[in-house]
């Protein structure tokens, strides 16, 4: 190859031109494995909950419009990323306050932590809100939510936030007052999609599921009798996936949730999979290894597994994960790759 | 054209090597409207069950394979077909008998008439049958009815034999024994893909739904709540399909079950379609209109309308409608076709 | 059982009531295996020629709106079916003759036979016919064939006239006129879908594919060039299925046409197959073993091989078949099953 | 809100816990359109491909792996993107050189600039490249470039680069040896594949076309044939989009390609879309607006128009534009928009 400086002088004219060599970086841009700044990371709940609280002395929702904390990425600080594709927040509703009706591009997901009976509202559906519960915001549905109890609600939100960014394909709106009016009664959405029947002359509209709303009690029973008579993976324990009942697909077209269960002394055997995920511990206790980094979990705790990082949890107390990541992306362009074992 | 003689001769020679005149026979071959032997017709649930308790008499379960009074449309007596396409009969099974395992390429539905607890297996998942079940047995699942209760049980068995038949493609198989073990709780399927959640490593292998059960009280409290939010359709009021959750299609790929509400008072304007429907006036009473045909109808009752007929009901008590057709199959060979009102 | 006396009375009872017991009938309906009246049969062209030419004399083919000698299976005379589930005929048109614009429900499917460039028109576009060429009617396109040569024209038809029959689902209207306008240039359908791109807005909407013609020349360099470089498959030779290349779907909703290669001196091995299937020997000379019966082909000779009847070719010159069957159907309801080898 | 100082101390706070206001950020994450850096630009091909000339002095193929210049997006500098989510450059292979094997997850994309018979391998197949041609190299696939030729060979490569950085999922691998062996004779895939008919028992794996090339000549004759009956779309003249006709999607799972006729003289209406285009104008002259940019271009320059910018063409002589977005990947996901004319 030339001489340092010609190339450099080369590289200058490139560059004068709109242009670059792709010699110099082609080993960066195409990896022989994933390499991302993603870091493995836990964030304790307890933690997170008293700064939640004290961003809700310090701002209201309405002023704030959402009253988020980010959780950012160690990796990556100043994205808003928690995966280079996805984006989480815990969101604190006061009692008495709403955040106020927008819609937007971004598909969200709600995993409700904390809530005695708050709600949202989605394209007109008023959804109460009980812990465990996961709720689906639909790409420019109407959303607001709200709380009309006397304790505070909190929750894990999830949104493709990086995916719509790197498509650069957002659209928000404001709705014209806080609140959207209610439209259709609470279950709705799960008594037309959910029940097995579907109005027979329907037809699809949007790219996620019809179902809105996937209360704790029944997905936590499901998991329970299939982990009665399933062998669990070595690898996943019992993991089973949210759908939407009018396709089988995910239930959402960017973020794949799923609720994963895990016996006590559970020792799952190392797992690798290009979805970098978030997780929730919702119940129970154990810890987790990603890579070389380990940390410990116990309700409510959010951690995140990079992309192709080897994870093996080790549960001390019964336990359910909630998860999500960009799988059904992945999925969808032929991306997706996992593997078992230490291969 | 020649002479009707010189024809006559050239028609025999034809014969003799296996071919015909396509002009004779065209306008039969290809009509203008569907034209069809199928007749409308109404089968009174007091005197079938009559005569079926008379057949518990005759012939028990296990000599018969399967205790089942076919109803046969007037107009195709010996056929063993409800519509052209489909096969419609009541099967009963005394306290103590079973009805032994077999298997088949036929897809079998039963909706449940009277039962106090019966049961069916659909391989390895012990069903419990209570009235108003719709229970699916898919091609090539190991099925046998029994019944432990002290009560007989009847339910409705909709199949598809005559298109198998007109597909030649019928496989059959007997289980050694009477009954095959049971070796899945009651409410697995059910468990594992009709709670907005499927175990995230399965995968699709047959054509029908996986879940094999939808029991009444589901259905119905879903049907219920729809009725409550949504305006009836003029033809057909509150109609919802069962639907497959993990590809949102037809519960079964050969056979389109739905439900149908409709309130005291309601009378339906004309709708035809071509997928001849079997139907079950399950709740209610009512009088329903096939073109120049009319009957009434009350519990339990079955009757059929024929291809592109015109129907109308009127209802006297609020009703609700089992009803099952070919639509699948038109569906996918693109050859459904409906018209609303009078046109 | 009850005394056969009781039961005839019985039985006489339910046929009153448009019932009847299906324990007398079950074993006729449900069987181990396929069993069809359906016979193996192959026609002469030569002598089926003889018989069209002497039927252009007899009858016109605008008297007889289609001129078509109907090949009827032997096993099911007078039904006009060549399998249980579909019909085919030889069809003639005289040169300065016209066979009359009409559409229906049917698929229709034409393999030439023998032409010096007649034509048919298809929803406009009118499509020069050449042997081996593969045309396809669908569903409610608009279609008459003419013949401004001077030289006869034949083909073989295919539809899925006892299909729809079977459904009940028949439409048809005849044009106003003996020809509908021609309103796109020859090569419409293959320009816009068949050359690896498609207009980019384009939706689909019937359930056929919309490119109408495939050429013989194109296919059999196709089909000659595959043969060059993949091993034969030692049941079907190379066989090659016609395509819808806008969804990759058999190019016909209800018929699956196909073409075959088999080099000289190639047998065989014993194959069978729930889909009855229609073959013409468009090139080379042969003998097919159908279970017990044998027969020799030769060009243009038509043959039939019933459902799960074991099949075995034996190839005196290099052969190219074309084929039909109604395997789209099956492989749609899940009724699919083929076997190789003798098991 | 409370004082500035207060809300500094707590996002420090917040930042040493990994967590963010999400408050602070939430308008430049949800924008009410698409906001991106990516900037409208051209690149003149007279300039580019001396400067690429002179890359071939300065480095082998060889030594570079792949001798590209990177067209860089100039609102993003360094980053190796011509749009958010793709990557774009001008390749060049000197006679007597190869650009060795490897395969990765990343999809390419080839558009043939200059070539006298130059090649690309791809998974054992052989392809001659010529002006025009459309060449896929899909996930994967293993893939090396050489030049028998004594002429240079130019291209322009498309690849899904930050798309596949956005989700982490980057594999790649080299081939032992400069090159893989050719095992498929030329036209191999296209025969299998693109001309009616595929192998009957063909399963699809990959995510993209199993076509890999698709030679000018065709694309341009389907696209002059299709430019003489259709109406020009008013934003997009004649404008067809490369297809897989085995499923009839895109030909790539990330990457749309297309091909666009506009005849002298044509203005095009004001269009927007959300997926960032790459053109290449192959064919004539003309001049485009995008927003308040407006550039001219001639045969083989290449020009980007970023997300939801209006653009607007006006053709001086009859043009064939060459044109590749991530609309694929927008449309699975939900998020395609387009907008025609000025509302």
Same mark, same amino acid.
């Given at each position: ?27 960066? @841009? ?6 991302? /700044? ?56 006061? /009692? ?12 969200? @997901?709600?995993? &409700?932590? %904390? ?40 929750? @894990? ?5 990086? #995916? ?12 014209? %007052?806080?609140?959207? /009016? ?27 599921? /019809? ?5 704790? =009690? ?36 960017? #973020? ?7 016996? =006590? ?32 979990? %116990? ?29 059904? &992306?992945? %999925? ?12």
């Amino acid at each position: 190859m030339s001489a340092p400086v010609e190339r450099r002088a080369f590289y200058d004219r490139l560059a004068a031109r709109s242009a670059a060599p792709l010699w110099e970086v082609l080993a960066q @841009l195409v990896t022989p494995e994933p390499r991302s /700044p993603c870091r493995p990371h836990r964030w304790r709940y307890a933690e997170m909950r008293e700064l939640l609280m004290e961003a809700g002395r310090l701002v209201t929702a309405k002023e704030a419009e959402r009253r988020v904390l980010i959780l950012e990425n160690p990796g990556m600080p100043g994205e808003a990323r928690i995966t280079t594709s996805l984006y989480a927040g815990l969101q604190l509703v006061l /009692p008495g306050e709403v955040a106020p009706a927008h819609r937007h591009s971004q598909s969200a @997901l709600r995993f &409700v932590l %904390e809530s005695e009976g708050a709600h949202t509202t989605v394209d007109g559906e008023r959804i109460p809100m009980w812990p465990g519960d996961f709720i689906i915001t639909p790409q420019h549905a109407w959303h607001d939510h709200g709380n009309e109890t006397s304790a505070p609600v909190i929750w @894990l939100d999830g949104l493709d936030i990086p #995916i719509v960014k790197a498509l650069d394909a957002s659209f928000a709106e404001h709705w014209p %007052e806080d609140e959207q /009016p209610v439209t259709r009664p609470v279950g709705h959405s799960r008594d037309h999609f959910a029940r097995g029947l579907v109005p027979v002359d329907w037809k699809r509209s949007g790219a996620a599921s /019809p179902v809105v709303h996937y209360p704790y =009690a029944e997905a936590r029973e499901a998991l329970a009798r299939v982990a009665a008579t399933d062998e669990p993976d070595p690898c996943l324990g019992i993991r089973m996936r949210y759908v939407d009942p009018t396709s089988g697909d995910w239930a959402m077209p960017t #973020i794949g949730p799923f609720l994963q269960w895990m016996p =006590a002394g559970f020792e799952s055997a190392p797992y690798r999979s290009t979805d970098a995920t978030v997780y929730v511990a919702f119940e129970g206790r154990g810890r987790t290894r990603v890579g070389e980094v380990e940390f410990d979990w %116990e309700p409510k705790d959010v951690f995140v597994v990079p992309s192709w990082w080897p994870v093996q949890h080790v549960v001390a107390e019964e336990a359910v994960l909630f998860g999500f990541s960009d799988r059904p &992306v992945q %999925e969808k362009l032929g991306l997706f790759r996992e593997r078992r074992g230490n291969r």
